[in-house]
């Protein structure tokens, strides 16, 4: 089990950035896959960046592709969101969610693949 608390969130101006990160404790973290999702108001729950365990694999959701990388530094239990060019549709609140990976190199991208969720953090990108 881990837990998971996403830090980082506010409000920016189109064409800022934001980094948020997703800290976590509990069993080892390498053995996680992690992804970012996000949801607007109104809309369903997405998947924009998905990781694998060591990091060596990663997904962009076409959306965000170019603008967004996600990444992991497993010695300090953190996967990072880095949020460039911000446009105002990328406001939503976004959310880390992590699972125990039997194939480290593998990602998942659908909200049931994971069980494991931070409460969010919120994103504004102002126009």
């Known amino acids: 089990q881990v837990q998971l608390v996403e830090s980082g969130g506010g409000l920016v101006q189109a064409g800022g950035s934001l980094r948020l990160s997703c800290a976590a404790s509990?069993?080892?973290?390498?053995?996680?896959?992690v992804a970012w999702f996000r949801q607007a108001p109104g809309k369903e729950r997405e998947c924009v960046a998905a990781i694998n365990g060591d990091g060596g694999k990663t997904y962009s959701a076409a959306s965000v592709k170019g603008r967004f990388t996600i990444s992991r530094d497993n010695a300090k239990n953190t996967v990072y969101l880095q949020m460039n060019t911000l446009k105002p549709e990328d406001t939503a609140v976004y959310y880390c969610?992590?699972?125990?990976?039997?194939?480290?190199?593998?990602?998942?991208?659908?909200?049931?693949?994971?069980?494991?969720w931070g409460n969010g953090t919120l994103v504004t990108v102002s126009s």
């Open positions: 969610a992590g699972r125990n990976s039997f194939y480290a190199g593998l990602y998942y991208t659908r909200t049931y693949d994971y069980g494991y």
């Open positions: 509990g069993r080892t973290f390498t053995n996680y896959a």
